[in-house]
């Protein structure tokens, strides 16, 4: 098994020694690392450079010739690795010894594309943080195509995939990213969208990084939030907002249908499975946007929730449903009329997702 390291940096020199240690005492070494370098100056890559000459598998460090952002220059990175599997790597964590070994074990079945494990979250210091439960990923074990949230969001370094993943769909048209409005998915939520749709993904419990927290990091653990701010949170989401998300899963039921031609017979009779998995899922998304609307009478609100109800619209996320909270919200968004969005507009009303914040 070849376990390439994709790492996209950007000043990071403050961090990434640290970084670059931990993989360097990796008990199965990586096949390659290939860094991309977004940084204004060579700091970073002389640092890179440096570790490159003292270890003995291929260390490949490019700068870019002009700044492409932190999403452009991870896919970047992920476009350059030659292994079969590919690990994301932040600049500014650490991994335990025997993270490559422990994932490359789950890969030894060929349907397996994904494997994401714990984290444990730390500070800048690398000292453990009790406040945050990191309980990104609550589940364990194997799980089948279409059988987790589509609309989670991971942590990416906790993930490794399979590098075919990124040549079955075309990744430079990219649907809008669930949690930042206006921006195309991630790297990590591209991984996510492909791999659990096309082939299993496999849930490891143990912390396999230190999840470093600081100021200059462009993703985090999401704050805790209470049940005030949740509801909150919750009754924020309009119109605009499942308008939006029944758009996303729409693109996502395109990108699924144009699968390359060249993609083994099973992952293209998987594609057209999830393909109407998603296409279900935005006409859902659709109607349920229309419960929002200040034009729709209760009456029709109400038919409408009933309707979703008797399809099997309201089972949980991880059978391709809006979940049992979403039927709570409607059903009192119906009686009480909380919620209903007075003023149309174009923009989106975005509602953060468990497990990371972004900036």
């Known amino acids: 098994m070849k376990i390439s390291i994709a790492m996209a940096t950007c000043k990071g020199e403050r961090f990434l020694r640290e970084q670059l240690d931990s993989i360097a005492r990796q008990t199965m070494p990586p096949f390659e690392l290939v860094i991309t370098d977004d940084s204004p100056d060579s700091r970073t890559c002389d640092v ?146 492909v791999a659990t749709s096309l082939g299993n993904a496999v849930a490891i419990d143990d912390p396999l990084v230190l999840y470093r927290q600081h100021d200059n990091q462009s993703c985090g653990v999401a704050p805790d939030r209470d049940v005030g701010q949740k509801v909150r949170m919750t009754r924020a989401a309009g119109q605009t907002h499942y308008r939006r998300m029944a758009t996303a899963a729409s693109r996502r039921a395109d990108k699924l249908r144009h699968v390359s031609r060249d993609a083994p017979a099973p992952i293209r009779e998987r594609a057209a499975r999830a393909a109407v998995y998603y296409r279900r899922l935005g006409d859902r998304l659709q109607r349920r946007a229309g419960l929002y609307g200040a034009a729709t009478s209760t009456v029709r609100r109400a038919g409408t929730v009933m309707r979703l109800l008797v399809s099997g619209a309201y089972r949980r996320l991880d059978h391709g449903g809006l979940g049992p909270r979403a039927l709570l919200k409607d059903v009192y968004a119906t009686v009480f009329r909380v919620g209903i969005e007075r003023v149309q507009g174009p923009a989106a009303t975005g509602v953060p997702g468990a497990g990371r914040t972004t900036r």
């Not at 990104?136 to 906790?158: E, I, R």
């Not at 669930?178 to 996510?192: E, L, N, Q």
Request: aromatic share 14%; hydrophobic share 40%.
């Open 48 to 193: 890179a450079l440096e570790f490159a000459r003292r270890v003995s598998f291929p260390v490949r460090v490019y700068r870019n010739e002009r700044r492409l952002g932190f999403h452009a220059n991870f896919f970047r990175a992920i476009s350059l690795c030659e292994g079969d599997c590919v690990a994301f790597c932040d600049q500014d964590d650490v991994w335990m010894d025997n993270k490559l070994e422990r994932v490359a074990q789950e890969f030894a079945d060929p349907d397996v594309l994904l494997v994401v494990h714990g984290v444990k979250v730390v500070d800048g210091d690398l000292k453990p943080r009790d406040d945050d439960t990191a309980s990104h990923w609550s589940h364990h074990g194997k799980y089948a195509p279409l059988t987790t949230n589509p609309w989670y969001v991971l942590f990416g370094m906790s993930a490794v995939v399979r590098r075919s993943i990124y040549d079955y769909i075309d990744w430079r048209d990219r649907p809008e990213h669930p949690i930042d409005p206006g921006y195309p998915m991630s790297h990590d939520t591209w991984a996510w969208f």
